[in-house]
């Protein structure tokens, strides 16, 4: 079955700094990963997905992912973090119902 | 264009009783999606209806069941209520039910167990 896991449970990040959320996969075969955001008692808002080509993914709100194979990742990164950034982050793979990986909290201070 | 729509958003049952929940896809989707989202437990897929008949079920007893009509919308049962159901029960619709296509999530049906 597939598979992904967010290792950090929190991030934070300064308003302004670089911000990574990571994600590594689990699958056989090749993977439709995704990212998805969620606000507090929201649902999820799509950020971006990966199909194939390009390892660099651009999405919704600045946000970026980037594909790597050997590594079997696929990280959220933003190059400058906003205040309004702070949310729940999910990252999921296709199986072919969207199965989750246990969230992160995304915590961005002024 | 709608989105995925979910009624209602709130719902407060006693144990042991019925919950049902409502889902319209957005227009053109005919795949609808069940997931629950309980307190410190991520979200837990539950239930996959393509062109009306379920495709997939997540590890989740036989007392929650569903059902897709003609129309593509979806409804979400739950009986014998228990308190651990309390939870954010959120639906997605997607085009296609594999591949590449995204899904789109509703609001959310906060349902409280008392």
């Known amino acids: 079955a597939q598979s992904v896991a967010q290792p950090e449970d929190q991030v934070n990040v300064a308003e302004g700094n670089p911000l990574t959320v990571k994600c590594t996969y689990s699958?056989?075969?090749?993977?439709?990963l995704f990212w998805y955001v969620q606000y507090p008692n929201r649902g999820l808002q799509f950020l971006l997905k990966?199909?194939?080509?390009?390892?660099l993914v651009k999405g919704s709100y600045g946000f970026e992912a980037e594909f790597n194979k050997s590594q079997t990742s696929f990280h959220l990164k933003k190059p400058s973090a906003l205040v309004s950034d702070s949310a729940l982050y999910f990252c999921?793979?296709?199986?072919?119902?969207?199965?989750f990986g246990q969230g992160t909290e995304l915590s961005v201070k002024p | 264009e709608a989105g995925v729509t979910q009624s209602p958003t709130h719902l407060i049952k006693t144990r042991g009783q019925q919950a049902t929940l409502r889902c319209s896809p957005i227009?053109?989707?005919?795949?609808v999606y069940w997931y629950q989202q309980a307190l410190g437990l991520g979200l837990q897929f539950l239930l996959w209806?393509?062109?009306?008949?379920?495709?997939n079920r997540g590890n989740f007893p036989p007392r929650f069941s569903g059902r897709q009509f003609p129309n593509y919308s979806s409804e979400l049962n739950v009986n014998a209520l228990e308190l651990e159901d309390s939870a954010l029960y959120l639906c997605?619709?997607?085009?296609?039910?594999?591949?590449?296509?995204?899904?789109?999530f509703g609001q959310g049906t906060r349902l409280t167990v008392v």
């Open positions: 209806y393509d062109e009306g008949e379920e495709r």
């Open positions: 990966y199909i194939t080509g390009d390892n």
């Open positions: 999921a793979v296709r199986d072919p119902e969207l199965i």
């Open positions: 699958v056989s075969g090749n993977p439709y």
């Open positions: 227009s053109g989707h005919t795949s």
């Open positions: 997605a619709s997607s085009f296609l039910g594999q591949g590449a296509s995204e899904a789109f």
